[in-house]
């Protein structure tokens, strides 16, 4: 079994910062992409980011040039930095990864979430 757990979220104001972690631990293998979606009040889930576990980052419009995602592979964590924060960043963060476990299966797993609220 596999778990992601994530923190880092909360209340900010706009122009403000966070850093969200995701620490994956359990039965790992290997991990492949790592990502960051949100859900937003009355959205569908989108993605925010991602990386590959050579370090390959894909940052999406609505955030580029504000978010960075990064890893740490030996801590088989992942973070994301939020700078510049819109009220409309406000959502619920989901981490994703796709692990190998050590049984060799590979799967998508997720997080419980973590609330970051964007207001003054």
């Known amino acids: 079994q596999v778990q992601l757990v994530e923190s880092g979220g909360g209340l900010v104001q706009p122009g403000g910062s966070l850093r969200l972690s995701c620490a994956a631990s359990?039965?790992?293998?290997?991990?492949?992409?790592m990502a960051w979606y949100r859900q937003g009040p009355g959205k569908q889930r989108e993605l925010v980011a991602s990386?590959?576990?050579?370090?390959?980052?894909d940052i999406r419009d609505p955030v580029k040039g504000r978010f960075t995602i990064s890893r740490d592979n030996a801590k088989n964590t992942a973070y994301l930095q939020m700078n510049s924060l819109k009220p409309e960043d406000t959502a619920v963060y989901y981490c994703?990864?796709?692990?190998?476990?050590?049984?060799?299966?590979?799967?998508?797993?997720w997080g419980q979430g973590t609330l970051v609220t964007v207001s003054s």
């Open positions: 359990g039965s790992i293998r290997s991990i492949n992409t």
């Open positions: 994703n990864a796709r692990v190998t476990t050590r049984d060799s299966y590979t799967m998508d797993y």
């Open positions: 990386i590959t576990s050579t370090g390959n980052a």
